[in-house]
């Protein structure tokens, strides 16, 4: 018992300290890819540890919302880290607490609060920004929705856990037309949700075409050091829900003895550093997308997610 | 077992680039996911011919790789004008969303007609819904397309959804060699006159939007 304590407590330190690292590799590889030689990676780190150390200036009009808002930010990736199997097979504490389904709904609840928060100070970009990112979202949802269907079908549940034990043990069901499809949709939409490129440009200082960098506008000091630590959490939250229970599922600690442990962090960092590749290569290679050519984005991912619904429904691959 | 899968898979991102030919604006993409289309099925061809052994299905194989990999594209590169294929098509006649949704639809009719089909069939019961939503989705992408080339491209899409179809039933009833060959080169005789008309309307109009070429050149020029 006391060894899934110390596990989650080390699920929750993995996610909470090596994200920043893979958000400051990604922006490295960017410049290296432009020929530049772009910020240390540890540049996450020391822009954390300065706005920790800075002063708060918060506007006088504003309501308690816009004080909460960047604690619940915050938090909540740090919820779904316990709900997800991160670095081990077998579930821990918290595993059972809630589905995919609810990691959603708490990773949205993060962001309905920061909508709120770019609401209320009323300064004219922020309502602007969390307007669109409102639209992003519940274009994202029923993608969401769709793909956690297709999994339940598959799998026959839709805890995490289970979910990745059956796509880890038989290599056979791994290729089914239905895995592929819903790996396709569910990537564009940790696209669309983390704010990477074909939807939204995380490097743009440009307020007018901001989506997601908008809801962080007018934080300064500690509140925006959790605006930017949460915004990292659910990139890689997001990215380790994609590579461990669907692309990659292999890997991860069988036993909870601490080299088996230490092994899975080890494969997970390499994991996630592959995925950053991939990462920089999309955002390499395409721009960003006009606000209404996102429609077209996530209405093709969505496309691709009932595809993948239908094909397990109707053809040879049901159970 | 891996063939049945893999076959499945090959179905999977058959239907995905069939679907992806209703919605690229680029011609360019529109032709590379023809070509990937036609990949996948030579792949399935191949796989299936492994797995029940009947020889026609490695002639249906060879004879897709050269008419739809090599053939065609050549064809289409020689005697389409290169600027075309550089261009966007920027006014669907439905919005892109809408496009998919109804694609979508014929993609679930299809399933449900393939249930039907292949009840009490030895028939591989992935290809032929795939090959149905293929065939019919290939038809819609001619009727949602303004331009000549996706055109054509939609209407070679509906031969490859009935290759599709068609290897699916080949356990039961494999099709003689002959319809094979005789429906690969048809697509041929279909894609040189159809190239050539759309050289000759782009040098005399300057266009290949199939829907304003009712008016004449002059007119149209701002």
Not at chain 2, 73 to 97: Q, T
Not at chain 2, 112 to 137: D, H, K, Q, Y
Request: glycine share 8%; hydrophobic share 55%; net charge positive.
């Amino acid at each position: 018992m006391a060894v899934h304590v110390l596990l989650n407590i080390l699920q929750v330190a993995f996610v909470l300290g090596l994200s920043p690292i893979f958000v400051g590799v990604l922006n490295r590889l960017k410049e290296v890819v432009q020929s530049k030689r772009g910020p240390s990676i540890l540049q996450p780190y020391r822009d954390l540890g300065k706005l920790f150390a800075k002063d708060e200036v918060v506007s006088s009009e504003s309501s308690w919302v816009f004080r909460v808002a960047p604690y619940i930010a915050f938090i909540c990736p740090i919820f779904v880290a316990l709900l997800i199997p991160v670095l081990t097979r077998f579930p821990l504490f918290f595993a059972f607490a809630g589905d995919m389904l609810a990691a959603g709904s708490v990773l949205a609840l993060g962001g309905f609060f920061a909508a709120l928060a770019a609401v209320d100070t009323g300064n004219p970009y922020g309502p602007m920004g969390a307007s669109r990112t409102r639209m992003v979202s519940f274009l994202v949802e029923p993608v969401f929705m769709i793909v956690f269907f297709t999994v339940s079908f598959v799998a026959g549940s839709t805890i995490p856990y289970i979910v990745q034990t059956k796509w880890v043990t038989p290599p056979g069901s791994f290729f089914e037309p239905a895995h592929l499809l819903l790996l396709l949709a569910f990537f564009m939409i940790v696209l669309a949700e983390a704010g990477r490129i074909p939807v939204d440009n995380p490097s743009g200082h440009f307020e007018l075409a901001m989506i997601d960098e908008s809801k962080g506008l007018e934080y300064s000091g500690r509140a925006a050091a959790l605006v930017k630590w949460g915004g990292y959490m659910k990139l890689t939250v997001l990215m380790i829900v994609f590579l461990n229970v669907l692309l990659v599922p292999w890997g991860l600690a069988a036993t909870p003895d601490p080299l088996a442990a230490a092994l899975a962090v080890l494969l997970v960092v390499v994991k996630i550093l592959g995925f950053v590749v991939a990462l920089v290569i999309i955002e390499s290679s395409l721009s960003k997308l006009r606000l209404f050519r996102i429609t077209e984005f996530l209405g093709a991912s969505f496309i691709i997610s009932v595809a993948a619904m239908m094909s397990q429904l109707f053809s040879g691959g049901a159970p | 077992m891996i063939g049945y899968p893999l076959n499945d898979l090959f179905g999977g991102l058959f239907l995905l680039n069939a679907f992806a030919m209703v919605a690229t604006r680029q011609i360019r993409g529109c032709l590379r996911f023809f070509l990937l289309q036609s990949f996948c099925l030579i792949a399935s061809a191949l796989i299936i011919g492994l797995l029940t052994g009947v020889r026609e299905l490695f002639f249906v194989a060879g004879i897709n790789l050269l008419t739809k990999l090599i053939i065609i594209p050549w064809l289409l590169r020689r005697s389409v004008p290169r600027e075309i294929y550089a261009r966007r098509e920027i006014s669907l006649v439905l919005n892109v969303p809408l496009a998919l949704l109804i694609a979508l639809l014929i993609a679930v009719f299809s399933f449900f007609a393939g249930r039907i089909l292949t009840a009490g069939t030895a028939a591989f019961s992935t290809n032929v819904p795939i090959g149905i939503a293929g065939l019919l989705i290939g038809a819609y992408t001619i009727a949602v397309r303004r331009e000549a080339v996706p055109q054509l491209l939609g209407l070679l899409s509906m031969e490859n959804g009935a290759f599709f179809l068609g290897i699916g039933f080949s356990p039961d009833l494999p099709l003689p060699l002959i319809a094979e060959v005789a429906a690969a080169f048809d697509t041929l005789i279909v894609v040189v006159p159809i190239a050539i008309l759309t050289r000759n309307i782009h040098e005399r109009s300057g266009t290949t939007l199939v829907g304003s070429l009712t008016t004449l050149k002059e007119e149209r020029a701002p």
